[in-house]
């Protein structure tokens, strides 16, 4: 299965700021996804990273906030922008080769706005 | 828009009994069902997926079933272990798409 490598692994951000979070996958995956986990709630899709196009955003979920790139099949990078205190969650990269196909997730980033 | 619901929120049992753990979907339309567990400030570990077609699947002490018209899957486990000690998300696949929509999960205490 694949292994997935995310980071940073956690981070502490100022209010207003940016911060980009790094998903490296240790093969080629067709499909790469972005998840938030808000606290004591489980996991929300964020989007899919859609390699050499522009990612589909799930409702309440928007480019200008969260712009996403996937230059290759084996790599992605999701930015939180101008942060605030609502942004603090753990956000989760997965891949997966297909609908037939379990997802894998990496260890997540855990992000923390004051 | 598709519900997960996990029963129960949480569990504790002493270390060597069998459990199940329940998840339940409010939209048939699925392709699959994938159980993970997720430990303490760890990311998710797949445990076992699920196609719609079948009815369940098995890996070392872990079994789950899939009953798609009910809406229901269920993770038993074997003579548990305090290792087994995680939270365990149920995962529905739907048949548009590949994003997968979660329940809250199962917080599991195997106590020795």
């Known amino acids: 299965s694949a292994v997935i490598s995310q980071k940073p692994s956690r981070d502490i951000c100022q209010r207003g700021t940016s911060l980009t979070i790094q998903c490296q996958v240790d093969?080629?995956?067709?499909?790469m996804f972005w998840y938030r986990q808000q606290p004591g709630q489980s996991l929300t899709l964020i989007a899919t990273a859609n390699q050499g196009s522009e990612a589909t955003y799930e409702s309440g979920f928007v480019i200008d906030k969260f712009p996403i790139s996937r230059p290759n099949l084996t790599f992605s990078t999701l930015t939180v922008s101008n942060m605030s205190p609502e942004d603090s969650s753990i956000y989760l990269c997965?891949?997966?080769?297909?609908?037939?196909?379990?997802?894998?997730f990496g260890d997540g980033t855990r992000l923390s706005i004051l | 828009k598709q519900e997960v619901t996990q029963i129960p929120a949480a569990l504790s049992v002493p270390e060597g009994e069998n459990l199940v753990l329940n998840c339940s979907f409010t939209d048939s339309a699925i392709y699959n069902l994938q159980w993970f567990r997720q430990d303490p400030g760890k990311g998710l570990t797949s445990l076992l997926l699920i196609q719609s077609s079948q009815r369940e699947q098995t890996s070392g002490r872990l079994n789950a079933s899939l009953d798609k018209s009910s809406g229901r899957s269920t993770l038993y486990i074997a003579a548990s272990q305090p290792g087994d000690s995680a939270t365990y998300l149920c995962?529905?696949?739907?048949?548009?798409?590949?994003?997968?929509?979660f329940g809250k999960g199962t917080s599991l205490l195997v106590t020795p």
């Open positions: 995962a529905v696949g739907p048949n548009s798409g590949y994003a997968l929509n």
């Open positions: 093969s080629q995956v067709t499909m």
């Open positions: 997965s891949a997966g080769q297909g609908i037939n196909q379990p997802q894998h």
